[in-house]
């Protein structure tokens, strides 16, 4: 039996259709249905039933689930094993965070790492979606956890510095404001957090109807255009000549930033070198991440 017979197998029945599993594998949809239909004719069993809704499994491919997840468990435990074995400074790091933490605080730091080790291939995985390290989708995570109990056990940690957030104006559209200015002052959010809770509105008031974004990058971008006001991250917002923090607001914990790395894999001379250098960064940066940095205007 092919074990990709089984990885595509998974991956339909953890996605519910073919073009789910497609998108999860980097493949064609044909590649799927045939990778699919090559396992139900070495089985001699249809494993899936086709629905409106998707695809169900069938009760063969119930019992093939239950032996699936088995071989892929000791899949990626013989893989991380021989992995950890591995002490050389050469070869694929592959290394997941959010994208803001990617694009305004550590790319920098990722660009002298891989100066320093040229035979290291680096891979970024800048995502909002949380890379499995047990099935082998990364090889160190980068993320900023509130509560330290929702870490999985199976995970090693190396603690990083707490990180803070703040509401932020720009420093035109502030000055304009209190120049008496008519244009109303919004809020900005992205769609599918809102306004947080935390966020008081201080000094300045919001009139009308938020300006709904769908991602970190448009909703800086507004803010620094003047449009009303937002919640950002203190290394995004201190760091930022045109933005200032809106007066009578308060700083908000997000969490704590962890390096996070499994099993075996830690063990790697590469993920060594790369976790004991990010680890030095966020300790520098220590004072940014919290909000102390800078005086509040």
């Not at 605080?105 to 909002?128: C, K, N, T, V």
């Not at 900005?188 to 938020?210: C, K, L, M």
């Not at 969490?255 to 996070?260: E, F, I, N």
């Amino acid at each position: 039996m092919d074990w990709d017979d089984i990885r595509y197998f998974l991956a339909v029945a953890r996605g519910g259709s073919v073009r789910a599993a497609a998108e999860r594998l980097g493949v064609n949809h044909s590649t799927v249905l045939r990778r699919i239909a090559q396992l139900e004719e070495h089985l001699g069993a249809q494993m899936f039933e086709k629905l409106p809704s998707g695809y169900r499994l069938t009760a063969a491919g119930e019992e093939v689930l239950e032996l699936a997840n088995q071989m892929e468990t000791s899949s990626n435990q013989l893989e991380t094993r021989v992995f950890g074995r591995d002490q050389s400074v050469r070869g694929l790091l592959r290394v997941t965070l959010a994208p803001p933490f990617a694009t305004h605080l550590l790319m920098p730091d990722f660009a002298d790492f891989a100066r320093l080790h040229p035979d290291i291939e680096m891979e970024i995985l800048s995502s909002g979606e949380l890379a499995n390290l047990t099935n082998r989708e990364a090889d160190v995570a980068i993320r900023v956890v509130y509560d330290r109990k929702t870490l999985p056990l199976n995970l090693h940690g190396l603690k990083g510095p707490e990180v803070f957030g703040a509401v932020y104006i720009s420093r035109d559209r502030l000055a304009a404001w209190r120049a008496g200015a008519p244009d109303p002052i919004r809020w900005i959010v992205i769609s599918v957090h809102g306004i947080p809770d935390w966020a008081s509105e201080g000094e300045v008031r919001t009139r009308g109807v938020p300006f709904r974004t769908t991602d970190a990058e448009a909703q800086l971008a507004a803010v620094r255009q003047g449009l009303g006001i937002t919640t950002l991250p203190c290394f995004i917002g201190d760091a930022d000549p045109l933005l200032v923090r809106v007066p009578g607001t308060e700083l908000h914990m997000y969490g704590t930033a962890w390096l996070l790395t499994q099993g075996e894999t830690r063990k790697t001379k590469r993920v060594q070198l790369f976790t004991e250098f990010v680890s030095r960064k966020l300790a520098a940066y220590a004072p940014l991440l919290s909000g102390l940095s800078v005086s509040r205007d």
